[in-house]
């Protein structure tokens, strides 16, 4: 008996939101799965995401490059251990254009709107023009809206100030008084890069952060030609590096041995620091890990020489030539460089996403950002983020983040090829139950004992993935629960 012919798979019209890190490893994802209708909507001029817009004296990654790069794209000759923000951006700049991915990107052009209706996204862009795509995939980053603070008379400094993400390279700092704003990694960062180039810095401290002291070596010129040669030795080494990070999650997750040694090497790096005075100001009252760890063997160094220095009351104004803080002092500075952060529970948004019967980003967002499994949400069909609500977004490579949830989303693509469904979107009731495990998993964690921090949402609750990254990883590879599958466009 003749049988019937298969028919080929579908080809399904495909957009990504964002040419950063996630965006290219998608469209990469896509690509190597013979997927090849695709359009990448990228706001700005060039690829990279955060790596394109930080490009602040310091800035470098506090993953180990060998970790924070695409499996299926292994540099073998990088420069250092941890390495410059410029080096990671020409990594990705070089992942598009090696893996022919420029081609799909539309430069320049921001999604402002995109509805679902009869089986399929309709977008606007900024220009005015529509596109129709079966699948509409987010991947706009974490970090990408800057957070500004509010300060009385900012406005009026006679100086620069300028974002640590928008920094103003045209603005000189030799022999310049220079105001670092804000604590995090971003701040700690700033500090060390500008240690003996600005005439003096001086760091405003809201609050201390925990530091782990990690050197950052530069590799040999025969350790990139061994790699170079031998490319097994680097996917050993990758690794290497993800058992590492799963061991310093596990300290994340449960209090224990892991947690307890951590913190002592904190405290130990903090020791370092001779002045009594200035140790007990950089000492945190709350536990190491609490917020994210800081990652620098520099640090408390730079905090020592005598043109940086420490402020810890808190700022009142800003005046024309200074800042004043709110014991009256006038601290008189030519920059003020603001390290505030960003708005982390943004996500795709200023973009006006409305899912089926007009729901909108905003109203299923109303108490904060949430999804199922980290990729979905209800009421969204054919709708993906990566890097979306509750990713593991502690001290891991949001690279294996990225291929993970590519991985996941590249799986519901492939059975809308083979026909299995028209729309998928996940059930209201297993999005409540996957965030009502979490928030169960959640007590334990060191993101409870005590501390503020993007982590939170609007109820004091921590946001993250309350497991390891490893157990990310194998739920995305098989949990396909929860979803419901239609067969026909229409949806009530």
Known sequence: MTQPAQQPPRNPRIAIIGAGMSGLCMAF????????????????DSVGGTWRDNTYPGLSCDVPSRFYQFTFAPKPDWSHVFSPGAEIRDYFTSVARDHDLEKHIRFGTEVVHAEFGQGHWRLRTSHGDTQEVDFLISATGIL??????????????????????????????????????????????????????????????????????????????????LHRRFPKLGARIYESYRAGFQFLAGALIKPGKRRRLIGALCRANLRTVRDPKLREALTPDYQPMCRRLI????????????????????????????????????????????????????FLRPMNLVGENGRTIDEAWSDGPRAHLTVALPD?????????????????????????????????????????????????QATDAFNTEMRSAMPGTVWTTGCTSWYLGKDGVPELWPWTPGAHRTRLSTDTSGYDLRVTADRP
């Open 144 to 225: 990408h809206h800057p957070r500004y603070p509010t300060i009385q008379g900012l406005d009026d400094f006679g100086g620069a100030v300028f974002h640590s993400a928008r920094w103003d390279h045209s603005v000189p700092l030799r022999g310049k008084r220079v105001a670092v704003v804000g604590t995090g990694s971003t701040g700690v960062q700033i500090v060390c890069g500008l240690a003996g180039t600005a005439g003096r810095v001086e760091l405003f401290q809201r609050s201390a952060q925990w530091v782990l002291p990690v050197p950052n070596p530069s590799y040999t010129r025969f350790g990139k030609t």
């Open 295 to 346: 990652f620098s063997g520099r640090f408390y160094r730079a905090m020592q020489r005598p043109d940086v220095g420490l402020v810890t009351e808190n700022i009142d104004h800003v005046t024309s030539n200074g800042i004043v803080t709110t014991d009256g002092r006038l601290h008189e500075v030519d920059v003020i460089a603001l390290a505030t952060g960003f708005d982390a529970h943004a």
């Open 380 to 428: 969204f069909p054919n709708f993906f983020m990566l890097m979306g609500p509750h990713s593991p977004v502690g001290n891991y490579s949001l690279t294996a983040i990225a291929e993970t949830q590519a991985d996941h989303i590249l799986g519901w693509v492939d059975r809308w090829r083979r026909g299995e469904f028209a729309t998928v979107a996940p059930t209201r």
């Open 29 to 44: 994802v896509l690509r190597r799965a013979g997927i090849t209708d695709i359009t990448i909507y990228e706001k700005a």
